[in-house]
């Protein structure tokens, strides 16, 4: 896979709080040069350290190509990320990012259901304004803790009842029923948020219809690791893959420049094709469908079915 990729010092342009813990910056380029086309589902890595990197969801226009906007949310117990964003970047600070990059796309339909929790309204967003200007039915279901902390529910405002906002401390849980228990042909169920949501909206819905995208790994049952050969086809290396090394590892051992970036399975940065071989895949990106043709694998988390793999590396 050979992939050009749009990394650049991009300046804060904006600061401002989308809800209680959630800080929306505005990006620009130093120089005023248009940002590269985006659609909606789209994300970007930010770069706020050597061994800090993390991913945001673009929540703005499409259509404006002068700036990127992502929102952060705050997690006090988290890696340092979401600290380092309230805390460190200010108003005119410049910032590393690359991308854009789209594992989320929204899908032509006649018809859709949104479902976002917390911070998973970001790449939900500019999906419902792509789907208004298409002429498509849908409808969103947006929870969280509560009203205060959930973003851009002033600009949600705007679509009226098509737009359902559940606080939990008001509400209860999200009615997922109401939604999910009678999905018309046609239609298509978007959905973003914490792990126990999505692994509750998974259970209900049929494959095919939901798309899905996790901040976080999906819990996995993988089998043993074992050892086995990685052949990477353009760099003419073969590879022993240890038991308790990653192929990413294995690779960048072997003085191979990859991109990668969360090391979880959950960004797809180092997305790799897959020339021959069976991977065992454990990542929270690829669809079923995409993990059942074979024909691309996370090499972060993602091992072999069998004892060779050959890789366009």
Request: proline share 5%; hydrophobic share 40%; with cysteine.
């Amino acid at each position: 896979m050979t992939v050009t990729v749009y990394e650049v010092e991009l300046v804060v342009d904006r600061r401002e709080f989308a809800a209680d813990g959630v800080l929306a910056l505005t990006l620009r380029h130093p120089l005023g040069e248009e940002l590269p086309a985006w659609e909606p589902g789209a994300h970007i890595d930010v770069v706020l350290g050597p061994e800090l990197e993390r991913q945001y969801s673009l929540c703005g226009d499409p259509a404006d190509r002068d700036v990127w906007r992502i929102a952060v949310l705050r997690e006090p117990d988290g890696r340092g990320g979401s600290a380092h964003v309230h805390e460190q970047l200010g108003r005119g600070d410049k910032v590393r990012v690359r991308g854009p990059r789209n594992h989320f796309r929204l899908e032509s339909a006649a018809r859709y259901r949104f479902i976002a929790g917390g911070i998973g309204i970001t790449p939900i967003l500019p999906m419902l304004a792509a789907a208004e200007a298409a002429g498509a039915e849908w409808t969103l279901l947006y929870g969280g803790r509560t009203r205060q902390s959930m973003a851009f529910t002033g600009e949600l405002a705007s679509y009226g009842d098509r737009v359902t906002v559940a606080p939990q401390d008001e509400c209860g849980l999200l009615d997922l029923g109401a939604v999910l228990d009678d999905v018309p042909a046609g239609t298509l169920v978007y959905c973003c948020g914490p792990g126990p949501l999505l692994d509750a909206v998974e259970e209900r819905c049929p494959g095919g219809v939901l798309h899905m995208e996790r901040f976080q790994a999906k819990e996995q049952q993988a089998g043993e690791n074992t050892e086995f050969e990685v052949e990477l086809a353009r760099s003419g290396h073969t590879l022993t893959v240890p038991a308790d090394v990653s192929v990413l590892d294995a690779v960048r051992a072997a003085g191979v420049e990859v991109l990668f970036s969360c090391t979880e399975g959950t960004c797809g940065t180092c997305e790799t094709d897959v020339l021959d071989g069976t991977p065992d895949h454990r990542d929270s990106v690829l669809t079923a469908e995409e993990q059942e043709s074979g024909e691309t694998m996370m090499i972060c988390v993602s091992r072999c079915r069998g004892k060779r793999l050959v890789l366009d590396l």
